[in-house]
């Protein structure tokens, strides 16, 4: 069983950044790879990015140079940076865990881009 708790959403304005966090507890050892999902209302849930245990990364081509993914082994913990958010980034951001033959999620943290 791996267990993710996401923070770091928020209400943020056209432009800004937020970070987001994701530290994982549990089977961590299992984890071959973690990433961050979006899910806008009304519509199907989507990868933001991924990064495996090794540190490669993958990005949804509309978001390469906007968002950033890392993680921190030592704190067990992956994070999304976004910058320039803008009104249609505003979704639940959920961080997924992929072991074997499992796949874990957290609960979603809320992101709201507006004025």
């Known amino acids: 069983q791996v267990q993710l708790v996401e923070s770091g959403g928020g209400l943020v304005q056209p432009g800004g950044s937020l970070r987001l966090s994701c530290a994982a507890s549990?089977?961590?050892?299992?984890?071959?790879?973690m990433g961050w999902y979006r899910q806008a209302p009304g519509k199907q849930r989507e990868l933001v990015a991924s990064?495996?245990?090794?540190?490669?990364?993958r990005y949804a081509d509309s978001l390469k140079g906007r968002f950033t993914v890392s993680r921190d082994n030592a704190k067990n913990t992956v994070y999304l940076q976004m910058n320039s958010l803008k009104p249609e980034d505003t979704a639940v951001y959920y961080c997924n865990a992929q072991t074997s033959p499992y796949e874990y999620w957290g609960q979603g943290t809320q992101v709201t881009v507006s004025s």
């Open positions: 990064i495996t245990s090794g540190g490669s990364t």
């Open positions: 549990g089977s961590i050892f299992s984890i071959y790879g």
